[in-house]
């Protein structure tokens, strides 16, 4: 595996359910990012982990709750979703070093469909 | 506030000609970094320049090229010889201070390449 995976690539769920999406990095990189996207609005920030310790959080209802292992994984625990959080959920990762401004590498994202 | 527009919804281009994606931002951060991500329908968001508030000159990759317009605010994205396979969606998006982690992306521009 190469790049920045996430699984499910779909989820369809009902608003009881309890799911988890999985975000892994083969990059070697030290920062990770859960975005979410929905249709006609800009991407949304949700979450940022360096080096394991999540450093934003730009205020996310508590019924998404990231996790972050380790520096090459990361999960977004989701229970009692509402239908307006269907949207395409990235995972991006980066190499966080000093004053640089390094680019972000993104997974494919989890189509998520709330019912 | 930090903030990015992109006020162009769909730009249609000619197989083979050059075309300007526009993106404007505003920040009160004299150090920032600007960049242009390509999303095709599949979703991955690929990363293709980076422009930094300090470089003297408009960063160019391959095909890419970023027309930065300090005082006006503006970091234009130029794709020369347009191909099929740049049709997708492209977003600008910018990140202040060094080592910061927040990026916030505009609302994206839809190219549509005709052969």
């Known amino acids: 595996e190469t790049g920045v995976t996430q699984t499910p690539r779909h989820l369809v769920m009902g608003m009881t359910n309890k799911k988890s999406l999985k975000c892994e990095q083969h990059?070697?990189?030290?920062?990770m990012y859960w975005y979410k996207q929905s249709a006609k609005k800009p991407l949304e920030l949700m979450f940022v982990?360096?080096?394991?310790?999540?450093?934003e959080n730009n205020s996310v209802p508590s019924r998404f709750s990231p996790e972050c292992p380790n520096s090459s994984h990361l999960f977004l625990h989701l229970h009692t979703l509402q239908p307006e959080d269907s949207a395409l959920y990235l995972c991006?990762?980066?190499?966080?070093?000093?004053?640089?401004?390094?680019?972000?590498?993104f997974g494919p994202g989890t189509r998520l469909t709330v019912l | 506030a930090q903030k990015i527009t992109q006020t162009q919804p769909g730009m249609f281009v000619q197989e083979k000609e050059a075309v300007t994606l526009d993106c404007t931002y505003d920040?009160?951060?004299?150090?920032?970094?600007l960049f242009w991500y390509k999303q095709p329908s599949s979703g991955e968001m690929i990363f293709l320049i980076y422009?930094?508030?300090?470089?003297?000159q408009n960063a160019t990759e391959g095909r890419y090229s970023l027309n930065f317009q300090k005082a006006r605010k503006s970091a234009n994205l130029v794709i020369s010889a347009s191909q099929l396979g740049d049709s997708a969606m492209y977003f600008c998006a910018m990140r202040e201070g060094p080592g910061g982690f927040k990026t916030i992306f505009g609302a994206g521009t839809r190219l549509f390449v005709k052969a």
């Open positions: 982990y360096s080096l394991e310790e999540r450093v």
């Open positions: 422009q930094g508030s300090y470089d003297q």
């Open positions: 990059l070697g990189h030290n920062a």
């Open positions: 991006a990762s980066s190499q966080s070093s000093g004053g640089d401004y390094n680019e972000q590498f």
């Open positions: 920040t009160s951060d004299p150090s920032y970094g």
